[in-house]
Every structure is written in structure tokens, then in C-alpha cells.
């Protein structure tokens, strides 16, 4: 088997992904900030062995590739790369010292889709900050595959959820309040006519899908895959389903996006905004084909599971 540093290991995916890579027989480094636990315990975390980087100040100082290659891993998955210097930098330190190159992007590589749902083949068109700088990453790395042979993968993360945060609620934003109110069976006023899209997936089944990237790296290298579920849910019909898991009737209102925005927290229509303007809907034909890819959860069973979790915690 083979050594993997997982740079970013502890977060939402990794806590899923590093017992999969320990149980598969991997020797696994993590690398972090600090000392933050998974989400959720496991015992092949006395496995892994824990390295202690701080990304930016090393990145700053020249270090972080020098770093990572000194670790000698077969397979590097890197899940907290957010700009085009930083991937270069990583690149140019692993080159020919590395098997695979995995890399975490994002559905927000692209802005709007014509045609859904959206394949790896659409050209990307991500705006805002976070959107362009993964396109530009995502861009570099394949062109890197491609041309000098650097053995890199993409997959594309849609909302991540799992038990231990909150998820993305029908609302478009983060405040677990929505589900509160849901569950009393009370108004919830959506913008628009509700029928734009977010599409969840399951920190674990990102956790799968990583694992056939490694399995099958022959296909993978060079080429990126969506990681969502099944389907996307429309805010309507993600807020009906919602009520009726609580055994409550559906009411909600709709109002124009610029009259629904005056009466919420500004940050969360914020979130809203950049979540209905790209409207993800994507497929996971590819990953199915060449990966193996079987998402285990619908968008709402994960919802569900989380919002499940966060009950029994007294966070609803």
C-alpha cells in the first residue's frame, strides 16, 4: 500500500476519508494547523501520524513545499489550496517526487451552467474570488497533467454535509434557525419562486470518491470529476420535504430576491445570493463511469443526518 499525506486531513471530508486510507491499509500523515479533532472519532485515527505546518506562514517563508516533499508521500491529497501561487508552489516542490497529486476544488468553478446538469466537459466560468482562483487552479493542474506529465487528479465538492456541522439550508444560507422554524411547523419565506438549486453530498461519499480516484489512478490522473449526489434539490422542494420529515404541512412564502434580502441578516442573504446565482446542478455520470462512484446518500438523507445531529446536541 501506500503512504498518503493528506494536507488538511482533520476537516469535514478528511474526517471520513483518513479511517477509509488507514482501513485500506495506507500509512497516513496528516497535516495541520494544529491540534483540531475530527468531527467524528474514530480508531484508526491512533494510526495516523500528525505533522504540525502552519500553510501560511510557510508559504510565506518559502518552506511549505520543501515541507510536504520531505515527507515522502506516494500520494499527496491536498484539500486547503485556495489560490493559484499556493498550487504552483506545491507543484513545482512534488514534482517527480510524487505518484498522484489529488486535489479538493470545487462545483464553484463554474458561475452558471447552460446545460444541466453540468459535465466535467462544460467550460469553467467561476466568478467572485473563491469561484476564479479554483478555476485557476483547476486549469493549471490539468494543463500540468497533461504537458509534463505531473500526475494530478480534481474532484469538484458540492455542499459538503455531515453530522457535526451545519448543512446548507433551504434558505440558501448556514443558520440552522431555518430548520427551528421548519420543525414548528412556522412560515418560511424563500426568494424568488424557490426553484433555484444547491446540491449537497455527503462528507463520506466525497470520502468514496477520493478513494476511487486513488484506485484508479490510471483513469484519473489528468482529468477532474464532479462530486455531488444523485440530483440537486430546488429550495421549494427542499423546504416541502424538510417540513414533511417533521411532520408538518409546508408553508412558505415567496417574495423578490431584493424584498426577501431586507428582512434577513445581510451576511446570510449574502450566502444566499452566492448560492442561487450559480444554481449547481451537476452529474456524477463520469465519476459513476470511470470510478466507481455510488454515492450512498440522497441530498436530503444527508441533510437529514446532520440536522439529526444537531438536534441531539441542542443546536436546533
Known sequence: ????????????????????????????????????????????????????????????????????????????????????????????????????????????????????????????????????????????????????????????????????????????????????????GEELALPNFGLETVHHVHADDLAQLVMGLIAHRSVAVGETFNAVSAGALNLKGYAEAMYRWFGKEPKLRFLPFDEWKVLQDPEEAQATWEHIARSPCHSIDKARRLLGYAPRYTSLAAVQEAVTWLMAHDRI
Open 1 to 184: 500500500m501506500s503512504k498518503v499525506v493528506i494536507i488538511g486531513g482533520s476537516g469535514h471530508v478528511g474526517t471520513f476519508l483518513v479511517p477509509r486510507l488507514v482501513e485500506a491499509g495506507h500509512e497516513v500523515v496528516n497535516v495541520a494547523r494544529g491540534q483540531r479533532h475530527a468531527y467524528a472519532p474514530h480508531a484508526a485515527w491512533e494510526q495516523v501520524t500528525t505533522v504540525t505546518i502552519d500553510r501560511d506562514s510557510a508559504e510565506a517563508d518559502g518552506s511549505f513545499g520543501a515541507q510536504i516533499a520531505a515527507l515522502e508521500g506516494d500520494i499527496v491529497i491536498d484539500m486547503i489550496c485556495f489560490t493559484l501561487p499556493s498550487a504552483r508552489h506545491l507543484v513545482e516542490a512534488l514534482r517527480g517526487r510524487v505518484q498522484h497529486f489529488i486535489h479538493c476544488g470545487t462545483i464553484w468553478v463554474y458561475g452558471q451552467n447552460t446545460v444541466i446538469p453540468a459535465t466535467e466537459d462544460q467550460p469553467v466560468n467561476g466568478f467572485g474570488d473563491y469561484g476564479s482562483q479554483k478555476a485557476a487552479i483547476e486549469t493549471y493542474l490539468l494543463a500540468e497533467a497533461r504537458r509534463t506529465g505531473f500526475p494530478a487528479s480534481v474532484f469538484r465538492p458540492g455542499h459538503i454535509v455531515g453530522p457535526g456541522w451545519d448543512p446548507l439550508n433551504p434558505a440558501g444560507h448556514f443558520n440552522s434557525t431555518v430548520f427551528g422554524k421548519i420543525s414548528r
